[in-house]
């Protein structure tokens, strides 16, 4: 019993070694391997790079080449970039030069101030071509000039998008507007502008004429229900 019991424990041991022995011929087998699988012209670049087995530490033997390999491969890529720029193969990347041209341009848009502009300016606005400058021209001379840039609206064909369009773009000085003088302007003048008409032009000028010894002004027509209180803050741009 003792002999057989001896024969098993010995034989367990061997068979623990040999599993020791292949798993070390194993990993042995791994690295030949993988090193086998450098091509030769990496070996040689990296030739300088070993593994010092005493300190596993990773030590240069001449530190030289490395570098320069690494230098060299930096500034191919710096060239074939360049060229694949050139070729088209990359986005344009505008340099300051560009930049600053732009800034330069932007600053040169001028805003165009509607009552001195021309039909060429006015042109030159998004949403208006020939036909609706020569209207905008025509609507400027009925009134005497804008107050207001949101006058444009009142232009048959000038809707809120068309105007969203250009109103950036323009500005109005009131001070060039033409007013009227009360006193002395005759039926056909009054009548002329948009906001007054024939019919108040006529009750303006009733109204004046009956009351010969004092001043006709925009105040008295308001107090006198002739105008409302509406058409007086538009009129007040256009009467003197």
Do not use: C, W
């Amino acid at each position: 019993m003792r002999r057989e019991k001896f024969s098993k424990s010995h034989a367990s041991q061997i068979v623990t070694l040999v599993f020791i022995l292949l798993a070390i011929q194993g990993v042995l087998f791994l690295f030949a391997r993988d090193e086998a699988a450098i091509p030769q012209e990496k070996r040689e670049n990296y030739g300088s790079l070993v593994i010092n087995s005493d300190t596993s530490r990773q030590e240069y033997k001449k530190g030289e080449k490395p570098i320069q390999n690494i230098r060299e491969r930096v500034e191919q890529r710096s060239e074939r970039r360049v060229e694949s720029t050139k070729s088209g193969l990359f986005p344009y990347r505008p340099k300051k030069e560009d930049f600053n041209s732009f800034k330069e341009e932007k600053k040169a848009i001028q805003p165009v101030q509607l009552n001195t502009a021309d039909s060429v300016e006015l042109v030159s606005l998004p949403g208006i071509g020939p036909y609706y400058a020569r209207k905008i021209i025509q609507y400027r001379e009925k009134l005497g000039g804008f107050a207001e840039k949101e006058q444009l609206l009142e232009i048959f064909g000038i809707d809120q998008e068309r105007f969203n369009m250009f109103s950036g773009r323009i500005t109005v000085d009131s001070t060039y507007i033409s007013k009227i003088d009360l006193q002395e302007a005759t039926y056909e003048k009054l009548s002329s502008n948009p906001y007054i008409g024939g019919y108040l032009a006529r009750s303006i000028i009733r109204f004046r004429e009956s009351r010969s010894d004092m001043v006709t002004d925009l105040s008295a027509l308001l107090m006198s229900n002739i105008i409302k209180i509406e058409l007086y803050n538009i009129l007040k741009f256009y009467i003197r």
